[in-house]
């Protein structure tokens, strides 16, 4: 819980009052300490995924000595990107997901597609517009030394329990070494997302090289400030 309201509100673009109405409507995963609220980071950015709110391209601000993030294009390279996936429920789409994901030898390819399975059972990683974030909660251990983002573009569409009701045709599936690495990809897709000419190219299911050059477009245009706190 490394969030409180100033912080939360800044993050979402969007003003106190607005935090904790919210929070008081029971939209927004929040907790109460020392009577303050307070927010997990990891939550927040999910919360604003599904709730197609662009965050602030602050999230993009590293602490002083944290070490430099993967890019989304760098990230997209190393989990690649597939047409035509097939699989006729959640289920078997992620298992032909985790099939696909290039691993090393020694990670349980059943254990992750448990553990993404059971992310799902939580709530839905669809985000609306027929795009889904496969991911799981908090990392685990998989014997990767960077983000991969393995991107999907379904057969047919699926029934993801999205919000909007619509089925899924694209996953971004996101792996990371680190909570760190976590946060930061999911918050480079979430953003990416919002941008049109990125969205546009994800929407018509480009090729891999404009694809890879669409992620390095958005990469480039994120602020490389570190900050000093």
């Known amino acids: 819980m490394d969030l409180n309201v100033r912080d939360s509100a800044r993050l979402l673009k969007v003003s106190e009052k607005t935090i904790y109405r919210w929070v008081q409507q029971g939209k927004l995963p929040a907790y109460r300490v020392n009577e303050q609220y307070r927010f997990n980071r990891a939550e927040l950015l999910e919360w604003a995924t599904s709730q197609r709110i662009n965050v602030s391209p602050e999230i993009f601000v590293e602490p002083a000595g944290s070490g430099g993030a993967s890019g989304l294009g760098e990230a997209i ?19 032909s997901v985790v099939d696909l994901m290039p691993l090393p030898d020694m990670v349980d390819r059943q254990f992750l597609l448990q553990v993404l399975l059971a992310r799902e059972s939580l709530g839905s990683t669809a985000v609306g517009n027929g795009i889904a974030l496969p991911h799981v909660r908090n990392p685990v251990v998989m014997h990767i030394q960077r983000p991969i983002v393995t991107l999907c573009f379904l057969e047919r569409p699926i029934d993801f329990d999205a919000l909007d009701g619509q089925p899924v045709h694209t996953l971004f599936t996101v792996l990371s070494p680190t909570v760190r690495a976590h946060l930061h990809t999911l918050a480079r897709i979430s953003f990416s997302l919002q941008q049109p000419e990125f969205a546009d190219v994800i929407c018509r299911q ?4 404009e694809i890879i050059e669409a992620c390095e477009a958005i990469d480039r245009s994120i602020p490389v400030l570190v900050s000093s706190q």
């Open 77 to 95: 390279r190393a989990g690649g990107i597939h047409y035509r996936v097939g699989g006729a429920d959640k289920t078997l789409v992620l298992r």
């Open 206 to 209: 480009g090729s891999r090289e």
